[in-house]
């Protein structure tokens, strides 16, 4: 109700915080459409597609190419943040041992993430 009720003054809080509480309940699908809400709201917040990618990754085993996909499509937006976007997509990629595309992708070497 609350999403909807700000729908018109781009108000995405409302969708993220039913994101946290879906995942909570461990309800993935749920929570994805509640992120997808905000993006559609938010498209410069950086920080959605974070939390979407993690979800994808940590919660609903998703395929690696559609957390690239996402990241991809943030980083084509118009505005968005890429202090944010950036370390978060390079930890990403060399997660998943695409350290080349990384340097590639964002300018980060892997090196910045190791322990």
């Known amino acids: 109700f609350a999403g909807k009720k700000f729908e018109d003054k781009k108000i995405y809080q409302p969708y993220q915080n039913l994101a946290n509480v879906y ?12 992120l997808k809400e905000a993006i559609k709201l938010a ?3 950086g920080d959605l597609y974070i939390r979407l990618a993690d979800l994808y990754q940590n919660l609903m ?8 996909d996402l990241y ?15 370390p978060a ?10 350290d080349k595309e990384a340097v590639e992708k964002t300018k ?3 090196d910045k993430f190791k322990d």
């Open 72 to 86: 991809e499509s943030a980083l084509h937006r118009e505005s968005y943040q890429p202090d944010v976007l950036y």
């Open 43 to 45: 498209t410069e917040v």
């Open 23 to 34: 995942v909570i309940l461990k309800k993935y699908d749920k929570a994805e459409e509640a």
């Open 61 to 68: 085993n998703a395929p690696s190419q559609k957390i690239i």
């Open 108 to 110: 980060l070497s892997c």
């Open 89 to 98: 997509y390079a930890r990403y990629l060399c997660s998943i041992g695409k």
